[in-house]
């Protein structure tokens, strides 16, 4: 009884991971065939088109939007296409802020808020978000993003730099991040520090294959 769309689009993911291309491909295209008919089929649409056109992705999210303004995952997928493909940070606040004003507890909406926020260099308010998320959750994937937000700060201030690093070190130990480190530009600012370099070596380290014992 689901929507038909969303769960061809859903199982054309789960044959992608399984390695069932032709499978995916199928699957993939009979989902898109099919107009969504509830909010959740026309987030997985969207965030299938995502990558390749954000377009009509944006156009998917505000059709699921129109059902149910307050719908998570519609809010933060605009988001996202609207920051990382578009380079649009002031529509994607605007979406994240909405987000916020129906969900204020949680904590990756709150740290992605605040992520942004850091890149444009509001700092006080970007901090504001940080310690929102932490409060909420202080599980490792929100460590690791606050941490994003402290390093996108540190240029400015020293504190701000020992509490990224604090908070990057304690999310890599608790198992979160070691394979976004090397590639994750929030963390630019901290990487002529030498502790960075200590901690891709360490990374490195933990990667290797063990070798037997005799």
């Known amino acids: 009884g689901g929507d038909s769309a969303r769960v061809f689009l859903l199982r054309a993911q789960v044959r992608e991971r399984a390695g069932d291309k032709s499978g995916a491909a199928a699957d993939r295209d009979q989902g898109l065939s099919q107009e969504p008919r509830d909010e959740q089929g026309w987030t997985a649409r969207g965030v299938l088109r995502a990558a390749t056109e954000p377009k009509l992705a944006l156009a998917d999210f505000d059709q699921a939007l129109q059902l149910n303004a307050s719908y998570l995952p519609a809010l ?117 520090d030498a502790r960075f370099a200590r901690l891709l070596t360490a990374i490195e380290t933990l990667r290797a294959p063990s070798v037997p014992s005799k």
């Open 76 to 192: 933060e997928s605009k988001a996202h296409v609207l920051s990382e493909q578009w380079d649009d940070l002031d529509g994607a606040l605007r979406v994240l802020d909405e987000a916020i004003r129906w969900h204020p507890h949680q904590s990756p909406t709150l740290a992605a808020s605040g992520v942004l926020r850091a890149r444009r260099g509001d700092s006080e308010l970007a901090k504001m978000r940080a310690e929102q998320a932490l409060a909420n959750d202080a599980s490792p994937p929100i460590l690791y993003q606050v941490a994003g937000i402290f390093a996108l700060l540190s240029t400015a201030d020293d504190d701000n730099r020992e509490r990224a690093f604090s908070l990057l070190t304690s999310a890599l130990r608790a198992g979160f991040g070691a394979d976004l480190v090397e590639h994750d530009h929030d963390l630019d600012p901290l990487r002529t």
